[in-house]
């Protein structure tokens, strides 16, 4: 498995929705949010948790491209992708989709994230573990 894509189920739930029981939309930045977390956990040993509380890393959003394509209700299953663009010295760029489990590509974002020290809140190089993780996974 390549952890350069990582994929995750999820139901659509009634705290995301709007009260036309659709996804009020910042709600797919949290589901994304909460992809990302479950994808380092699996890419480094100490998980997200650790990389944030006890490392004192952080991984900020710099910049970030979203586009709406289609709706999801509550209820509905849908998949959540998250695919690595680029892999710089400080920052990586993710593409993640949300996308129904007809095929239907409800939402996608582009999102830069700059690792940084939660000490001095500069960015930093990305962090070795991180890193090694990720360059790993590339092809040759």
């Known amino acids: 498995?390549?952890?350069?894509?990582?994929?995750?189920?999820?139901?659509?739930?009634?705290?995301?929705?709007?009260?036309?029981?659709?996804?009020?939309?910042?709600q797919y930045f949290v589901m994304f949010n909460n992809l990302l977390?479950?994808?380092?956990?699996e890419l480094v040993?100490?998980?997200?948790?650790?990389?944030?509380m006890e490392q004192r890393f952080g991984l900020p959003t710099v910049h970030l491209e979203a586009e709406f394509k289609a709706i999801s209700k509550m209820g509905d299953n849908v998949m959540l992708e998250l695919h690595v663009q680029r892999i710089g010295r400080k920052s990586l760029t993710l593409h993640q989709r949300c996308v129904?489990?007809?095929?239907?590509?409800?939402?996608?974002?582009t999102q830069t994230y700059?690792?940084?020290?939660?000490?001095?809140?500069?960015a930093i190089p990305i962090p070795d573990a991180l890193y090694q993780a990720l360059?790993?996974?590339?092809?040759?």
């Open 37 to 41: 977390e479950r994808w380092v956990d």
């Open 1 to 26: 498995m390549s952890l350069l894509t990582f994929t995750k189920p999820h139901k659509i739930h009634f705290s995301e929705c709007d009260p036309a029981g659709i996804v009020f939309y910042p």
């Open 45 to 52: 040993p100490q998980g997200f948790a650790g990389y944030i």
């Open 135 to 140: 360059t790993a996974q590339q092809p040759v």
């Open 114 to 122: 700059v690792t940084t020290s939660l000490e001095t809140h500069q």
């Open 100 to 109: 129904g489990v007809d095929g239907v590509l409800r939402m996608q974002v």
